[in-house]
């Protein structure tokens, strides 16, 4: 079995790897070669965590595989980041276990990936003013990834904590974007032709009336039962396009819109279809776009499989019996 650490992870896949890894697999999703398993999420009852599996394959790679872990919320304190998860793939021939991968920051850049993609296919090309909407973790694999798809402007960005966003604020001028943290969301909204939302909100932060037309939002923060991010209203104005329908209408955004009778899950266009030609994406300037991006288990297993044969091809990761 191969074993790669997280240091050898963030150096054998870059932000622009894994959105071209993503979109290849919302492709084989949209072909049929592709399946996500049903997913395992739970709370342990244990250190306030939130612990689930996700598991899928794709016939055309191949690969198959799981990853596991979750949400401990009091990690930092022990100098831990919070999300921890772990990538285990099989060889599709004998069901063999072949490669381990630490999936920290993987999770983080195929998040950035699907939402970049989205992007790509549904955002004016001329948009380039990005508004971020929660600045932890995953806000900064969001403006990278945003930023290999689209010539960013401007940044604005908000948080439910301030210093936070003062943070992020700083950490995105240092890298040479001019940004602003604003005082609330609804400033982000207005200032922002690209809005990408990344919380644990349990009630909508992002109203309908701030919306300006032709806006693309990626919603990418709700991805459990009770999770909110958005207005309903936000959806059911908006063409929507999801990873994978069955579990936006269960676990994302979408819930609550489906939940209220205001969409259809026929409504709902996977991204895929619009990488290889099936679907239309935006269809007019003005058209109000969304991504409800709740992850999938193929985005985590295409970026593990990239990352396993990186390694393999140049002799990296750490080979045990098994």
């Not at 622009?16 to 492709?27: G, K, L, Y």
């Not at 459990?224 to 994302?252: C, S």
């Not at 895929?272 to 985590?300: H, K, N, Y």
Request: proline share 4%.
């Amino acid at each position: 079995m191969l074993i790669i650490s997280e240091p050898l992870a963030q150096s054998l896949v870059s932000v622009e790897d894994a959105i071209e890894a993503v979109a290849s697999t919302f492709a084989a999703m949209a072909r049929g070669d592709a399946r996500n398993y049903p997913v395992v999420r739970e709370v342990v009852g244990h250190a306030d965590a939130v612990y689930g599996v996700k598991a899928g394959g794709d016939v055309s790679a191949p690969f198959l595989g799981l990853k596991a872990g979750g949400y401990w919320p009091h990690n930092l304190g022990r100098g831990l980041t919070n999300h921890q998860s772990s990538t285990l793939l099989f060889d599709p021939d004998t069901g063999r276990a072949m490669a381990l991968v630490s999936a920290n920051y993987l999770t983080g850049i195929r998040t950035g990936a699907a939402s970049a993609i989205a992007t790509r296919s549904l955002a004016r090309e001329d948009a380039s003013v990005l508004g971020i909407i929660g600045t932890g973790g995953q806000s900064l694999h969001q403006l990278r990834a945003t930023a290999a798809v689209r010539r960013i402007s401007r940044v604005h960005a908000w948080d439910m904590q301030p210093d936070s966003a003062a943070r992020f604020a700083r950490a995105v001028q240092e890298m040479g974007f001019d940004c602003v943290a604003e005082s609330t969301p609804e400033a982000v909204a207005r200032a922002a032709e690209i809005i990408v939302t990344v919380t644990p909100s349990q009630k909508p932060i992002l109203m309908r009336d701030w919306i300006r037309p032709g806006t693309h939002i990626s919603a990418m923060g709700t991805d459990t039962r009770g999770k909110q991010e958005l207005d309903p209203a936000v959806v059911a104005a908006a063409r929507v396009f999801v990873d994978e329908a069955a579990q936006a209408i269960t676990i994302g955004d979408c819930q609550h819109a489906h939940a209220a009778g205001l969409i259809r899950e026929a409504d709902l266009v996977p991204l895929g279809q619009v990488l290889i030609g099936m679907a239309q994406g935006r269809q007019s300037p003005e058209q109000i776009t969304l991504f409800d991006g709740t992850g999938v288990a193929l985005q985590d297993l295409v970026v593990a499989d990239l990352a396993v044969k990186r390694a393999r091809t140049t002799d990296r990761g750490t080979e045990v019996e098994y």
